[in-house]
């Protein structure tokens, strides 16, 4: 299986597309500035105590404060506490955890009054990002990721991925982690560790443990709450997660981003460091690798998938319900069961596709078409669980119902990416009618009057539909060279297909919008 990741970098935010064998399987937007990422690690202060919920609310400097419940403190919540309250009053000087003396683990069944107090500091890891109306959920439980392992302060235990299906190979990587990690600290040893050598793991270990000791070096109650440990980025973090031997190109668009790119590439799998690639032509690179039309094909209410098969996705605030539907192909001369079969075992393959794509989380809901063979409803099962073997995200599958119908619940830790699809005429803006289309070129026009003479913008970029595009440019004395002649100033014109007939978009020098 190839697997390739196109990333568009704009002024404003980075969309990073996960292909395999050619089709998005997963889609990221990144702002640019984004805060509260799952990972990062604050000094925050505790606002108030719930006893009620067993939890406390406590400011991250997220508009509204963040969750803590009890169970999310982490056995080793007071050695955490004391090991922050020594850095601070020692002024730079990070004391040892090796040389720590651990605190007595805090009791699973406590209250959340017997260890936090109002205007406590605190630190905490973001678990789930804010989503909706609902502040971020915290964790003390502290965890540090890295490509092959993950670093847990105050744990001492090793544990080893589940998904490494050897038990040689497992007694062999905890072994060798067991003899250079540091006291009092706990490791996990990640899937793609396997067959890894011992000095590459060693060499990430003590990365690692250095991350979190220089953190604390300058750790000041001064400032509070301040960010103590950042997440990688979601693009590095999605090549940190799923970079493995079947990944052929990364494409990006932008310098600087490429640069990083190569960089962390280098600097976890030196070997894959040719794969990053700077995609420099002048159209959208999402176009050019055809990531837009599946954008355009697989989000929104009804997505296609077989010989008119369907999906119905609905949404809402507690679950997702998916309706499976054979559409036309009801009409063919098979038997009703060998049908529903066909369909719903294609189905099984879109459904896990969308999950991951739109990043669905909470309980979902799939009714698929009544089969009345319980071999064929085993299949289907079977066929989801394959399918959904590839998401990395924390999901359980139950088998289906009397009803036909699938439970699923998948992990939300991120807001679900939703792009709508069917929007509001941006000519007529849903009015259903439009000025003269033989005055649409003399609009245009006017807004390139407007912009250079008025605004003072030297350097225009207009992108249109390809058919105006080529209106535009056609012929000698051409438009645009007429607008030359004109503003004497060139305007650039680049083709769009995703655009509507109508559509059209004014860009500055630096890619940013500048009239709509």
């Keep these: ?156 235990k090793v544990s080893i991925s589940q998904k490494i299906s050897s038990q040689e190979e497992k007694k062999r990587l905890k072994r060798l982690v067991e003899s250079i990690k540091p006291k009092n600290y706990g490791v996990i040893v990640r899937t793609v560790a396997e067959g890894k050598k011992v000095a590459v793991l060693d060499a990430e270990l003590r990365g690692l443990v250095k991350k979190w000791e220089t953190a604390f070096e300058k750790l000041t109650a001064e400032i509070v709450p301040k960010l103590v440990i950042s997440e990688l980025n979601r693009t590095s973090a999605m090549l940190r997660d799923v970079l493995n031997g079947s990944f052929n190109n990364i494409f990006v668009n932008e310098g600087t981003v490429y640069n990083e790119l190569r960089d962390y590439i280098n600097t976890i799998a030196p070997e894959k460091g040719k794969i990053v690639k700077h995609f420099e032509k002048s159209e959208p690179i999402f176009e050019h690798y055809g990531v837009e039309k599946q954008i355009k094909a697989a989000f929104g209410k009804t997505v296609s998938f077989k010989s008119g098969a369907y999906l119905i996705i609905e949404h809402t605030e507690a679950l997702h319900v998916i309706d499976v539907n054979s559409g036309n192909r009801s009409k063919l001369g098979e038997d009703q069961e060998s049908n529903a079969l066909e369909v719903n075992l294609a189905a099984a393959d ?7 794509l739109r990043d669905m989380g909470g309980i979902i809901v799939v009714d698929f078409i009544d089969m009345h063979v319980n071999e064929n409803k085993q299949r289907v099962f079977e066929k989801m669980k394959e399918a959904m073997f590839a998401d990395r995200t924390k999901h359980n599958i139950l088998p289906l119902s009397k009803f036909g119908l699938m439970q699923i619940t998948r992990q939300r830790v991120r807001p679900e990416l939703d792009i709508r699809t069917v929007e509001k005429c941006p000519t007529c803006k849903g009015t259903g009618e439009i000025n003269p289309s033989v005055l649409f070129v003399d609009d245009i026009e006017n807004h390139i009057d407007f912009l250079i003479n008025e605004v003072n913008n030297k350097h225009i970029t207009l992108k249109v539909h390809p058919y105006i595009a080529g209106y535009i440019k056609q012929g000698m004395f051409s438009r645009r060279f007429k607008w030359f002649l004109r503003f004497k100033k060139w305007i650039r014109i680049e083709e769009v297909s995703s655009y509507h007939f109508l559509e059209f978009h004014f860009f500055n020098k630096n890619g940013e919008i500048i009239k709509d």
């Design 350 to 356: 879109e459904i896990a596709r969308q999950l991951r």
């Design 1 to 156: 299986m190839s697997t390739e990741l196109v990333i568009d970098v704009t002024p404003s935010e980075i969309a990073i597309a996960l292909l395999e064998n050619k089709q998005l399987v997963e889609l990221n937007k990144e702002k640019r500035n984004l805060r509260f990422a799952v990972g990062d690690i604050y000094l925050a202060k505790v606002k108030r105590i719930m006893p009620g919920l067993n939890a406390a609310f406590v400011d991250v400097g997220y508009d509204k404060d963040a969750f803590l419940h009890y169970l999310d403190l982490g056995p080793q919540f007071r050695t955490l506490n004391k090991y922050v309250k020594s850095s601070m009053s020692r002024k730079g000087k990070v004391l040892s955890i090796p040389k720590m003396k651990l605190e007595p683990d805090i009791d699973k069944n406590g209250k959340i009054s017997d260890v936090l107090k109002g205007g406590q500091l605190v630190l905490v890891q973001i678990a789930k990002e804010p989503i909706s109306t609902k502040g971020p959920r915290l964790s003390s439980e502290i965890s540090i990721a890295g490509r092959n392992i993950v670093l847990i302060p105050f744990a001492d």
